[in-house]
């Protein structure tokens, strides 16, 4: 069946969805285009086939480029690994803003497990992609049936089909995509990932020196997140650090290492990295931090407004 929406392009970039194990049952994201859409209405572009740890930001430039390249489609799917799926599809998200629905998926089981879950998501995802309910709904994730915003994804468990926590927008089964809730669109401009200034990430814990911050800052990081115990609290030798930073305008985010956790200004610590120039990060988890730091400074944002509207 045609699309109503028209055509709809899948774009690969590898992941469990398309892996097949070798020899030493090592899953290995080999599997093409062709052979993944068997059977869907759907145009290919084969543009990675790599684990999604492999990714860089110049890549998710490669991607959303692909995106661009089908602008003529009715909706685009991409198939990508879990691992990063949620720095991606936020990163995309951030940067596009047609009104052709960009769908992401994967799977949680090898593409030649007798219980794969690929095709089954990569049906869905193409019913959503060719979805008038979808139209200018931006970036959209969906695997096992569930459609999420990308802002707030976190994968959270590895042997659940769902995989991930997030915000759920509806639904998509038997080719029909139900919308249950409205959906956030955080548009920043059409940047460049590869051009955007250098976020590092930070681990806080018993003990944590400000040897890692420095030495990401020696490296050019012009932002920092912190991944930082409870509820946004760290020792007192990163709240220095941080002080001793955000002097030289690198901005500062504080996300939590809590998973569902929310980062706020509500201990002696906490309130020390906000009155240090640290920004409070309370509904994103780290690696999402990362991507809107990146993000806001790229675009040349204000770093308090993005997070205030969108962290
Ligand atoms: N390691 C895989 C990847 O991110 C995991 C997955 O796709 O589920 O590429």
Redesign the pocket.
Same mark, same amino acid.
């Given at each position: 069946m045609i699309s109503p929406m028209g055509r709809v392009v899948v774009v690969t970039t590898?992941?469990?969805?398309a892996?097949i194990s070798d020899g030493d049952g090592v899953?290995r994201?080999t599997r093409r285009g062709a052979d993944l859409t068997a059977g869907l209405d759907a145009e290919v572009i084969d543009l990675m086939a790599? #684990? *999604? *740890?492999?990714l860089t930001p110049a890549d998710w430039d490669r991607i959303r480029s692909a995106v661009a390249s089908a602008d003529d489609a009715g909706g685009v799917v991409i198939t990508?690994?879990? #691992?990063? &799926?949620e720095e991606t599809a936020l990163w995309l998200e951030l940067t596009y803003d047609g009104a052709a629905p960009v769908v992401i998926t994967?799977? &949680?089981h090898s593409g030649d497990a007798p219980d794969a879950d690929g095709p089954g998501n990569l049906r869905d995802a193409v019913t959503l992609a060719g979805s008038a309910n979808a139209c200018g709904l931006g970036v959209l994730v969906t695997l096992a049936g569930t459609v999420w915003q990308p802002l707030r994804l976190q994968?959270a468990v590895?042997a659940d089909l769902r995989?991930f926590r997030g915000e759920v927008l509806g639904t998509v089964a038997d080719g029909l995509f139900t919308a249950q809730r409205s959906k956030d669109r955080p548009f920043l401009g059409p940047l460049s990932a590869a051009d955007a200034p250098r976020v590092d990430t930070i681990a806080v814990y018993p003990g944590t020196d400000a040897v890692a911050m420095d030495a990401c800052v020696a490296a050019g990081a012009r932002g920092i997140v912190l991944e930082a115990v409870g509820s946004g609290n760290a020792g007192r030798a990163v709240i220095d650090g941080v002080r001793r930073h955000r002097r030289d305008g690198v901005a500062v985010a504080v996300s939590t290492r809590v998973p569902g956790g929310k980062a706020s200004a509500v201990y002696g610590p906490g309130t020390d990295l906000v009155d240090a120039g640290a920004v409070m990060v309370p509904r994103l988890a780290p690696a999402q931090a990362r991507v809107l730091l990146m993000g806001a400074l790229a675009a040349g944002s204000a770093v308090e407004d993005v997070f205030a509207r969108w962290g």
């Open positions: 590898g992941g469990t969805i892996t899953k994201p790599v #684990d *999604s *740890s492999q990508h690994g879990t #691992d990063t &799926m994967g799977a &949680m994968k590895t995989g």
